[in-house]
């Protein structure tokens, strides 16, 4: 399943306007089940084979059963393979998943301009897609961030302004970290009010974060699986452009998915009702 999805449902377990079922679960019986979870709040968080990060102090990590379970408790669907990093009051957290499309090649110059007349193009489409769906669709702006690679750390980031049709903001970043056989993406769910504080954040744990022996992208070997797409590809095929053909978003038209999420205004309030504490550490 895509990042797209698990975002989405993850969002729709703090919005209060659509009327989830958990939005009314007193937040100490969610607690109660949280730190019944297996939180790692130390050493190497093991992200699946592909990779590891190292666990900050005062941050915790849930390997992949935790996490389907962390899913439930935020009365979504349960995923496989992914994993969970984020502090201890879970004021904001992080999310990993592995896209196992092959070898990307980075030997592309990105068009910012281009891109983004793309994806405006293929969200007019979706507009009146959604539309037709009963959705109130989602507006593309603008760039938040400029699409940007670091042939060093093969990380290729972007953000993307979008809006409702009420005017409400909503903010996309997307952070995907290129290896030898896929892509590793980092997502990132935050309360817009300190959404540019947990960028910061969450790049600063990404630091600790690498691919293992052998599954980095400089230890491509000729034979490996090829992606048959690049970098914008990884771009236009994310964002905006994907939101509406997913159908995820009946009853969660504010939220976007895959990359940095902001919650719009009024939903703020409830993360942190429900994330100003922390996970127990059992001995």
């Given at each position: 399943m895509s990042w797209l999805r698990?975002?989405?449902?993850?969002?729709?377990?703090?919005?209060?306007?659509?009327?989830?079922?958990?939005?009314?679960t007193n937040t100490n019986d969610v607690w109660a089940e949280f730190n019944k979870l297996n939180w790692q709040f130390n050493g190497i968080g093991r992200i699946g084979n592909q990779a590891g990060i190292q666990i900050p102090a005062g941050y915790a990590f849930l390997g992949a059963s935790d996490t389907r379970r962390f899913l439930e408790l935020n009365g979504n669907l349960p995923e496989?393979?992914?994993?969970?990093?984020?502090?201890?009051d879970l004021h904001w957290f992080g999310g990993f998943?592995?896209?196992?499309?092959?070898?990307?090649?980075?030997?592309?110059k990105l068009d910012p301009d281009s891109l983004l007349e793309t994806l405006k193009s293929n969200n007019r489409e979706q507009q009146a897609e959604m539309r037709q769906h009963g959705l109130d669709p989602l507006i593309l702006v603008g760039w938040f961030v400029e699409p940007h690679y670091d042939l060093v750390t093969k990380r290729l980031e972007w953000g993307v302004r979008l809006s409702t049709v009420s005017g409400d903001p909503?903010?996309?970043?997307?952070?995907?970290?290129?290896?030898?056989r896929g892509v590793m993406d980092a997502i990132l769910v935050s309360d817009p009010q300190s959404l540019e504080n947990d960028i910061r954040e969450f790049k600063s744990v990404l630091r600790g974060y690498s691919f293992n022996d052998g599954e980095r992208y400089?230890?491509?070997?000729?034979g490996d699986k090829i992606a048959e797409y690049g970098l914008s590809a990884l771009i236009v095929g994310g964002a905006a452009a994907a939101a509406a053909k997913t159908g995820v978003f009946k009853g969660l038209a504010k939220f976007i998915g895959v990359g940095v999420i902001?919650?719009?205004a009024g939903i703020g309030g409830f993360f942190k009702k429900l994330f100003r504490?922390?996970?127990?550490?059992?001995?």
């Amino acid at each position: 399943m895509s990042w797209l999805r698990y975002i989405c449902t993850v969002l729709g377990a703090f919005a209060l306007a659509t009327g989830t079922a958990y939005a009314q679960t007193n937040t100490n019986d969610v607690w109660a089940e949280f730190n019944k979870l297996n939180w790692q709040f130390n050493g190497i968080g093991r992200i699946g084979n592909q990779a590891g990060i190292q666990i900050p102090a005062g941050y915790a990590f849930l390997g992949a059963s935790d996490t389907r379970r962390f899913l439930e408790l935020n009365g979504n669907l349960p995923e496989d393979d992914r994993y969970i990093i984020g502090p201890k009051d879970l004021h904001w957290f992080g999310g990993f998943g592995f896209e196992d499309s092959g070898y990307v090649s980075d030997n592309e110059k990105l068009d910012p301009d281009s891109l983004l007349e793309t994806l405006k193009s293929n969200n007019r489409e979706q507009q009146a897609e959604m539309r037709q769906h009963g959705l109130d669709p989602l507006i593309l702006v603008g760039w938040f961030v400029e699409p940007h690679y670091d042939l060093v750390t093969k990380r290729l980031e972007w953000g993307v302004r979008l809006s409702t049709v009420s005017g409400d903001p909503v903010v996309n970043y997307t952070i995907k970290l290129l290896g030898r056989r896929g892509v590793m993406d980092a997502i990132l769910v935050s309360d817009p009010q300190s959404l540019e504080n947990d960028i910061r954040e969450f790049k600063s744990v990404l630091r600790g974060y690498s691919f293992n022996d052998g599954e980095r992208y400089s230890e491509f070997r000729s034979g490996d699986k090829i992606a048959e797409y690049g970098l914008s590809a990884l771009i236009v095929g994310g964002a905006a452009a994907a939101a509406a053909k997913t159908g995820v978003f009946k009853g969660l038209a504010k939220f976007i998915g895959v990359g940095v999420i902001a919650l719009v205004a009024g939903i703020g309030g409830f993360f942190k009702k429900l994330f100003r504490r922390e996970p127990s550490q059992r001995a």
